[in-house]
């Protein structure tokens, strides 16, 4: 399971370095190797585990009628902008330009761990989208505490 925040740095090389503690969050002490980029929602980049990308496209997205014209552009967006991405011998890897136009990065990233997906931020960004305090108390009140 992904979990946690990170801010990780981008050499003069534009790759990043992904975190050991996402890179080993197989429940097997496996290293990923690949990641699949893709479109996020809100102007960030989703990473998965290769297993996780091929459930998520089998369940969610091979199922949708594609007689619909919305169904359509969904597969586009997320289809059409993945990518594989090898990580090197130190765990760092180079988000294809595509995705880091369509997400704002630039020399600050935040990464995110999200069960059983990564989201990649531009910092700037990822401020804006941050929860204030009165979305949080609501948050908490509809999960019980």
Known sequence: ?????????????????IPVRLRKAFGEERIVNTLILTHGFD???MAFRQDDWREFVETRLVPLSQADPKNRMRLRFLMGGAADCELDRQGRIIIPQHLKEYAEIGSEVIILGLYNRVEIWASDLYARYRPDGESLNSFAGELGF
């Open 43 to 45: 102007k960030c980049i």
């Open 1 to 17: 399971m992904f979990m946690g925040e990170f801010r990780p740095s981008i050499d003069e090389k534009g790759r990043i370095a």
